[in-house]
């Protein structure tokens, strides 16, 4: 019995903690912390010991999968033939229609992957196509989108310097649970106690008392209001000359436009509008300037309601006001030892609003467009309509609002392929679903993670064991597909030309590359100093590298992409929306729909996509329960454990109900990634709904200057139900949602010459 043990760090979360996988007999049967791991230090969560579950799943798609010509079902069919066909189908389509009506959806594990999205994005700049979309316009295209107009460039964010803060202003984050975003923070309990524990302040700041603000000082505010309550703040610092005025004529230009806007938006309005008391208001803004070192952090809470990219925007410039950007114990920037801003400066990749979607112009953030928008971008004819649709590690069936017209545009599409772990809720409705790699099976470096990193590090894993049946890593599928249509995968022209030469660029020497040509590497021998790291350097050393004990300040000028050096406090966007947010302020509320609809992350579900572990699905705790106010329960005449509708203007749902003060009245919190019907046991079983089909998915419902998805906040009314007794909830929460009914293959083009 060959048992061997192998170093590696966790790929479901931003937290990317260190991990070993003990290997006996070429399967994996244990993972467990990594002592030795120079920020988790042997702290890692249920999620990251469960993915043994998920790699070892019975239900895991092993190998390539065809739809049968009746619609029936699936039957597995060999790389050689599902390949040769997908490549003959999207070349008809592209000679046909143009590269442009093939697109890509590339869901939330994309980014855990230093190979996936780059592989993706250089597929999609080959075609010529802009139809590329992930899962970040329903969680954070909006953080990027006000990057890019404070800094210029959508990459860079500062994170709060959690070592030396005074007091953490916390805006609808709760990192207990999700351990930190745009924050990579394995620590992140230690670090928030280690604030309080000096003397300092965590202030958090949330519609529910949660898992945080229980630890913390909580400030109940209604939901999608963060806007007001973040204009009062600059009300307050302004009126009362709070603010770092040296701070501000060194850092930032605009402070006059923001000064004189935030003049309309008093303590006093944004009570009215957020519930929270004008002097409390008055006494946070207080206390953020007085503190040596604050910062304002915010994460999904502060995105999904209809003025995401405003309330980003303003955090920022709470911190710039008060002199905190790039301040100790403010808000402070990254060095990565790979700076993806830089990179993605010079091969055009940092773009926001470059190009426009199809339907409802919005602009592109990083590249992506509004994914709410793909079942109109199907059905809406036209150049560049989306005729065919790869789908990678993403679940929009689920995770998208409006489920129904999802489903049913996908059904439309000319050639529908899906890259995955499972077949899921979306790839049910695929012409073919082909095995990718579980993280365990793939070498890695966390690319796109290092610059939030709140303590400068670098890591390297090789894949724990080869692949099991025959899943590929993402990039091998799109290398394979894209040579069938005569195509290099890259955003560089460049590397495009090499292509048609036959020199392509593995995943491996691009990683080497930018270790050595980035801040902290050896270019290539030239460099004498520092860590001169090669990727060499870094896998021999597989518990990673610590590159510095903390975040340097004083490097604003090095970080902004803007020609004059500064933070832009006055864009024209920014202009329009707060003069879009005073208007809809004045708006009179609507009595059909009298309640605010959140959602709520739970520390054994990520998204919709591990619901089918044992591990995580075990308990009674694990019933799919909306939060409830006794104030409201009682009023609507349901009890703890019964049943409820929530009705929006776009759905409605019935779910259980958990009565419970961890909300305000008024508030109802409904998990999300639940309701499913897949192809996956565990997670059928266990029930629920999709709490997403409550959302909207019309132009006018997406928040506009990032196109991010309003799942925060939607105005909805509570019923009771008639039935309501345990055991009918039991049966129901054990029967799966029906699936659609079976779809008949779509027809295979005629053979066409690669274009």
């Known amino acids: 019995m060959a048992v061997t043990e192998h170093v590696t760090f966790c790929r479901i979360c931003e937290a990317s903690c260190g991990m070993i996988a003990t290997v006996q007999d070429g399967k994996i049967a244990k993972l467990r912390p990594d002592a030795e791991h120079p920020l988790s230090k042997g702290a890692v969560c249920p999620k990251g010991i469960a993915m043994v579950e998920v790699h070892a799943d019975p239900d895991r798609l092993l190998h390539p999968l065809k739809r049968r010509a009746d619609g029936s079902g699936f039957d597995q069919v060999s790389w050689d033939d599902a390949l040769d066909d997908i490549g003959t189908r999207l070349s008809t389509i592209r000679a046909e229609h143009g590269g442009g009506a093939i697109g890509w959806y590339m869901g939330n594990p994309g980014a855990f992957s230093y190979s996936h999205p780059i592989w993706v994005k250089g597929f999609l700049d080959a075609l010529g196509s802009q139809h590329y979309y992930t899962a970040s316009s329903q969680d954070v295209s909006n953080r990027f989108a006000a990057s890019a107009m404070l800094y210029g460039s959508p990459t860079i964010i500062p994170i709060p310097d959690l070592d030396h803060t005074d007091l953490l202003l916390v805006i609808g984050a709760n990192p207990y649970v999700s351990h930190a975003s745009l924050l990579t923070a394995p620590r992140i309990r230690e670090d928030l106690n280690a604030i309080t524990g000096r003397g300092g302040r965590v202030v958090v700041v949330d519609p529910r008392r949660t898992e945080t603000a229980r630890a913390f000082e909580h400030v109940a505010i209604r939901p999608d209001t963060d806007a007001w309550l973040m204009l009062a703040l600059l009300h307050v610092l302004f009126a009362e000359d709070l603010v770092d005025r040296a701070a501000l004529a060194r850092q930032a230009v605009g402070t006059g436009w923001l000064e004189t806007a935030v003049r309309a938006v008093t303590p006093e309005d944004a009570a009215r509008h957020s519930g929270i008391p004008a002097q409390e208001i008055v006494t946070l803004a207080r206390d953020l300037a007085a503190a040596p070192g604050a910062a304002v952090y915010g994460r999904t809470g ?155 590090y670098v890591q390297w894993t090789e894949a724990v064991v080869p692949p099991a049946g025959e899943a590929r890593q993402e990039w091998q599928i799109i290398e394979a597909i894209s040579d069938r249509l005569g195509i290099t995968p890259s955003s560089g022209k460049a590397l495009r030309a090499l292509g048609r030469l036959g020199i392509k660029v593995h995943p491996r020497r691009m990683a080497d590359v930018l ?213 009918v909830l039991h049966a129901r929460r054990r029967l799966p949602t029906p699936p659609p009914p079976p779809r008949a293959a779509r027809p295979a083009p005629s053979p066409q010459p690669a274009a």
């Open 302 to 456: 502060s995105c999904l309601g209809r003025f995401g990219t405003l309330v980003s925007f303003l955090m920022d410039a709470v911190n710039v006001v008060t002199g905190n950007l790039d301040h100790r114990g403010g808000a402070v920037f990254g060095l990565p030892p790979i700076s993806l801003d830089d990179a993605a400066e010079k091969s055009g990749l940092d773009t926001y609003g470059a190009k426009h979607s199809r339907v409802g112009g919005f602009p592109d953030v990083l590249g992506a467009m509004p994914a709410t928008l793909i079942p109109r971008e199907i059905t809406t004819p036209g150049e560049g309509a989306l005729r065919a649709l790869l789908v990678s590690a993403g679940n929009p069936v689920l995770s998208v609002p409006d489920a129904t017209s999802m489903r049913a545009a996908l059904g439309q599409l000319d050639l529908m392929v899906s890259i995955d772990l499972y077949v899921t809720e979306t790839n049910q409705e695929a012409d073919y679903i082909l095995p990718a790699t579980s993280f365990l099976e793939r070498e890695d470096l966390p690319l796109a993670l290092m610059p939030f990193a709140r303590t400068p």
């Open 515 to 727: 270790l050595r040509t980035g801040r902290d590497g050896d270019l290539f021998g030239l460099r004498r100093t520092g860590p001169r790291l090669t990727l060499a350097k870094v896998a021999a050393r597989p518990h990673g590298i610590q590159l510095g004990d903390s975040l340097p300040t004083g490097i604003l000028r090095q970080r902004v992409r803007h020609g004059d050096g500064r933070v832009h406090l006055d864009p024209p966007a920014i202009i329009g929306e707060l003069e879009r947010l005073l208007a809809d302020g004045r708006a009179a509320a609507d009595p059909n729909f009298p309640m605010r609809l959140i959602g709520l992350r739970e520390l054994r579900s990520h998204n919709s996509w591990m619901h089918n572990s044992p591990k995580l699905m075990a308990g009674s705790a694990r019933t799919h329960a909306a939060r409830v106010h006794p104030e409201d329960a009682g009023r609507l005449g349901v009890v703890d454990g019964g049943a409820m509708r929530i009705v929006s203007k776009d759905g409605a749902i019935q779910v259980a109900v958990k009565v419970t003060d961890e909300v305000t009245p008024g508030v109802v919190a409904v998990p999300h990634g639940w309701g499913h019907h897949g192809g996956w046991q565990v997670a059928n079983a266990a029930g629920g709904v999709n709490v997403n089909v409550l959302a909207g998915s019309a132009p006018e419902d997406l928040e506009p200057l990032a196109g991010m998805a309003f799942l925060n906040g939607i105005r909805v009314r509570l019923e009771a139900v008639e039935s309501a007794d345990s055991a």
